[in-house]
Structures are given as structure tokens and as C-alpha cells.
């Protein structure tokens, strides 16, 4: 059951008292701005006809505190709103991280999509100019009300100037909404290419690929600015009109007073005033059409970071279980990626007990790591089931299998930490016993030992580890809190004779614990700690028993002619399933 209410909504609707407050210093802010016309109308039409000194200076201090509390309530205001927003932030933060991962677990990453971006460009927007138009806006009727109380043809002009700023915001969304979402699309594109050239630099050099990428980069910068460029310069076109607009109404309104000074029916502080208040007026309405696109983009920002965490919703955590102890049982009917159109197991049934240790084999291609991903839990079986001391793996809570499972993908990622973070998968309580337990067990401890910092030495700043390193410390974070269920995929594929040695060490040694081991392989040489062997053929088990049986099997059935002989007698050729098991039998 997935949660009812959607964590980015309720962290808008969580700043609903800021925004009250906000709107409570905006009303108070816009009627002290109502104090420079009526400081011009005293000027003009009290001072200057009584040539009182006295008067001007005690009307310029008293202007001058009403903007020194105008500055006041203005940054109280953007402090308020510059506050809020790191509170959205914040909450938002931990649901579009869990549900960005989870979309990464279900196989559906979007290409291109900056989530850090997104909810950084959202707090930008909350804490920027563009929203404190928005608040200033509700109290244009106000100014417009004054321009009324001066004359009522002012106040005339003033709402038939507002109508039609209006409209041109209204008509700006409309023609500037379509080519931003085209120009974030084809920028997602751009980015994505340009951050898997970043992280591919080495492949792409070898391969002579680099300038064809950077021709190929080059077009969808210049397709992502053409999008850009068109949606800019709408919303630019709109953004010159509306001020021409503006200050053809202030000088209209500077006319019209004049005029209505002339026939006698108002002052000429009336004039001056009129103008202020006029400007004032349409002040936010020209303010929102000149930053649109970050109005646009903010939106746009909000539907994604809502949309995902509504899509990949945090599900609630199921009953905690007691810790596994005694067995493994697959029943997988059909089985295959989340989302995925076709099945890529069919016809998996085994059982281990504490302690086995399962090798499955098979050539490229017929499964492996899809079950291996259901062995450790990422992936659930579409039918059937992958049972922990008979529970269902996808009944229990998250984090109390993950502490149970010890997975070691083909592709090895470490993180941005010390190798005692990264050996104790960055605990919040790391047992410092069980990282040096495991770092023995993978046969690392020396390795770690050596380096100037040892196990506080930080990876991923200038420090540099061969595939093999890597491979023996991702070993070791599988071995940490000794976990029941060993998942271990082609763990042996970067490592030389002393680190295959420190595998087959580190199983035995799971394996005299209880645990139960699954290692998905294509050498022979790890078929040595193992007691049972499984063989995957097009996704379909087709064997599976005591390794001594299987193997025996196996050999009967390969040896039938004198070149398959001849292969068997040669342990190196173990590339493909048949030859891989007769090399094991020899």
C-alpha cells in the first residue's frame, strides 16, 4: 500500500503559516509604499503654495522612518521566505533521494534528469524576487483604489492598464510554457551525453570516439538552444511590450492629470502623485512577466519532484522478523526485471540450508545476474517467491534484510568516504570489530594497513584503486555484519591468484559461520569451495544438485567427441558452460 499523501505536496503545504505571514508583512509593506504619493501631494499642493520650511522637513523625516520600516519589513519578509525555503528543501530532500534510487532499482532512471537541480531551482524560486511579486500582487487593488479616491478617471486608467498587463502574462505563459519544457528536454539530453563522456573518458580515448561524441554533443547544445533561445525570446518580447506598456500608462496618467489640473477638477500633486501610485500599481505585473521563465521552470521543477515521489511512493515498513538462520528456498515461475515485457527466469526451484555454498553457471546472457538481484532482494519474481526461513523476501522490512544480505554486484561501486565508511556501509554505528573482520576475510586488512591513513583513507578524492582493490574492498562491506544470504556475482573477475585465494578463504570461512553463499561464475577455480552447483541455460534451471553429481553429469554428457576431449583435458578453455564444467570435473 503505497502512501496516501505526497511527501513534496505536504512540504508545500507545511509552509502555508510562513506564506500567512509573508502575505501579513506584504499587506503592511504595500501600504506604507502608499506614503511617497502622499508625501509628493503634500509637497505640492501644501508646501509649496504655503512656502512652510517647517512643514517640508517634518513631512521628509516622518518619510524617511516610514522607509526605514519598509526596509525592515522587507527583510524580514525575504528572511521568512529565504527560511522556508531551506525547510522545503530539507523535506523534500529524503523522499526524492529514496524514490530517485527506488526508480533506479526498478530499472527506470530518466536520461538526462538533474533531481539535485530541480529541488535546488525550487528553493531558489521560493526564496527569490519572483515570489514576493506574487505576494505584492493581491494588493494592486489597493493602489488602484487610491488612483480612484484622486479621480475617478485615474482610477479608470489604472484598472484598464492592469487588465492589460494581465493579459499579456496570461498570454506569455501560454506561448513561453511549451519551448521551455522542449529546451529542458533536449538540455537533459545534452547533459546526460556530456556526464557519460565525463565517466567513460578512458573508453572513449581508446576507442577514437571523442570527436564524433563532441560533434554529436555539439548538435544537441545547439538543438537545447535553439528550444531556449525561441521560449526567451517570447517571454523577452513580452517583457519589452510590458514595459512599454508601463510607461506609456505613467506617462497617460501624467497627461490625464495635467489635464484634469488644467479644467480645475485636481491639484498638480494630484498629477504627481497619480503617476506614482500607477507605478507602483502595475509595478508586480510587470515584475512577474519579466521573470517568467524562472516561474516557468520552478513549476516545472515542482510537476517532476512531485510526479516522481508520487510514482516510486516509499511503501510503509512491513513487520520486523526475527533474523534468518536456516534456509533459502526459490520458487520462481517467471521472473524478470520491474516493468519488463519479457520474462528472463522461468522454471528456478531450489533449497538451501545454512551453510551450503551454490555455484551457478552458465554462459553469458542466461540469467545470472537477474537471479542473483532476486537472491539479494532488489528484484521480487513477477511469480513465485524467494523465501528466508520460509517468509518472503519481499514481506520484510528493507533494512532489516539488507542487514542479512551480503551482495556483490559485476559492477563494483564504492563511495565518497573513508574505506571504513565504505567497508561498514556507512553505518550510523559502524562496529569497527566487524570492519576489521571483514577486511581480513576479503583478505584486505594488509592492503588498508599499508596506506598512509589506513582505514580512515578517503576514496574518491585523487586516490586510486585497481579494479581488483576495489573488487576485494566491495567484498568485504558483503562480508560486514556477517550476513546470512552471500550474494556474489562474478566476484572473482577482476582478482589475480592471491585475491582468488582470499575468496575461496573468505566463503569457507561464511560457510563455517552458517551462512549460505550463491557465487555466479564463470571459472572453475570457484567451483572449489562450493557444495552445490546449479546450471542456467536461456534462464531456465536445468540442473541442480551436489556439485560432485551435477559435475559428473555434466562430464558424461560433454565428452562425446575427441575435439570436445581434448578441450576438457585444457582447464583454460572455461569461457563457455559445457567446457567450464568439464574443466571443473578434471
Known sequence: MLQKTNPVKAAWRSL???????????????????AGPIYMLQVYDRVLTSQNSDTLIALSLLLAGVFVVIACLDLIRMRILGRLAARFEMTVGTPVLASAMQRRVQGEAATGENLVEDVNGFREFISGTTLTAFFDAPWIPIYLLMLYVLHPLLGLLGLAGALMLTAMALINNTRAHQPMQQAAQARGRSDALFRTGDNNAELIHALGMKSDLVRRWTALQVDAHNHKSRAADRIASFSVMSKTVRMGLQSAALGLGAALAITGE??????????IVLARALAPIDQLIGQWRTFLAARGSYAKIKSLTEEYAETPPNLHLPRAFKSLDVKIAQ?????????????????LTAGDVLAIIGQSGSGK?????????IWHPQRGEVLLDGSPMSKWNHEDLGKQIGYLPQDVELFDGTIRENIGRFSVAIDDAEVLRAAREAGVHELI????????????QGFFLSGGQRQRLALARALYGDPFVMVLDEPNSDLDAEGEKALRDA????????????????????LQAANKVMVLRNGSQTQFGDKDDVLKVNSRNVLKSPTQRASARNPALHLRDDNLITGAAQ
Do not use: C, W
Request: proline content about 5%.
Open 369 to 377: 545476474t537477474t537471479l542473483g538481484k532476486m537472491l539479494a532482494g
Open 507 to 526: 566463503i569457507l570461512a561464511a560457510q563455517a559461520r552458517g551462512s549460505i553463499t550463491v557465487v555466479m561464475t564463470h571459472r572453475p577455480a570457484t
Open 335 to 351: 521472473a524478470g526485471p520491474p516493468r519488463a515485457l519479457n520474462a528472463t527466469l522461468r522454471g528456478i526451484d531450489f533449497s
Open 16 to 34: 502555508r503559516k510562513g506564506f500567512v505571514a509573508v502575505a501579513f508583512f506584504s499587506l503592511f509593506l504595500n501600504l506604507l509604499m502608499l
Open 266 to 275: 485636481t491639484t498638480a500633486g494630484v498629477m504627481i502623485a497619480a503617476t
Open 449 to 460: 594497513s599499508s596506506l598512509p591513513d589506513g582505514y580512515e583513507t578517503r576514496i574518491g
